[in-house]
């Protein structure tokens, strides 16, 4: 099975089905910011990582354009991996409390992440269309990773973008509800951006007793 899920992320790195996402991750690896312009950018589409054999699938919105489209790894390089790889490790998850390239020594324990997009889009925003070619790969991914009970969606666009892959019918997306969906259990959490941790709508606190949760599930 982790052959297929190598199958499956080599045909998402070589994707090219947005001409929007496409010219927009370019677009950054040239521009850079400041305190990355010695860094080469990945630029190409993320493929998911972690544990094959998960119970925990942790699905995510997209990439940071100066996070994971820089990295190479979903949820690294930014302040979003640091919230989620201090919360997976202090619940067990991860082996180390951050993600910061792809060759920190991260270790997933139990948890795989993927993501409704693979690519970071333009302000952050997702068009329809571009969820919607993205969503194949999750649901082929859903189909792959047999031992998964409880898929934790970050934000509602991750949140209805699984239950779309998953053909679970429309559920109500707020942080903390739990749904019994396509045989098993969907938790929903406020993704770790600033503008949830820095406003405090997702504080510390909420954050970790998510993945607490998530544990008890399993």
């Keep these: 099975m982790p052959d297929y899920l190598q199958l499956l992320n080599d045909s998402i ?3 090219k089905r947005c001409p929007r996402l496409a010219e927009y991750i370019a677009k950054v690896s040239q521009t850079k910011v400041r305190r990355f312009k010695d860094d080469e950018y990945w630029a190409k589409p993320l493929p998911s990582f972690g544990d094959p054999n998960a119970r925990l699938l942790v699905v995510g919105l997209a990439p940071a354009a100066h996070g994971g489209n ?6 690294t390089g930014d302040s979003s991996g640091d ?3 201090k919360a997976m490790f202090k619940t067990g998850f991860a082996s180390v409390p951050y993600s910061r390239a792809k060759d920190d ?11 409704a997009a693979r690519c970071a889009p333009p302000s952050n925003k997702l068009l329809p269309s571009e969820i919607a070619s993205c969503s194949e790969y999750l649901a082929a991914e859903l189909e792959l990773l047999s031992n998964v009970k409880v898929v934790l969606a970050l934000g509602r666009v991750a949140f209805d973008a699984y239950c ?3 053909k679970t019918g429309r559920q109500e997306f707020g942080h903390g509800k739990i749904y019994n969906a396509a045989g098993k259990s969907l938790l929903a959490s406020y993704h770790p951006s600033r503008q949830n941790t820095n406003t405090g709508r997702l504080t510390w606190q909420m954050w970790v007793d998510v993945f607490r949760t998530a544990k008890k599930m399993l």
Aim: glycine share 8%; aromatic share 12%.
């Design 13 to 15: 790195i070589n994707c």
């Design 70 to 75: 820089r990295t190479g790894r979903m949820f």
């Design 83 to 85: 919230w989620l790889a």
């Design 105 to 115: 020594g991260l270790v997933l324990h139990d948890a795989y992440i993927t993501a």
């Design 164 to 166: 779309k892959a998953a």
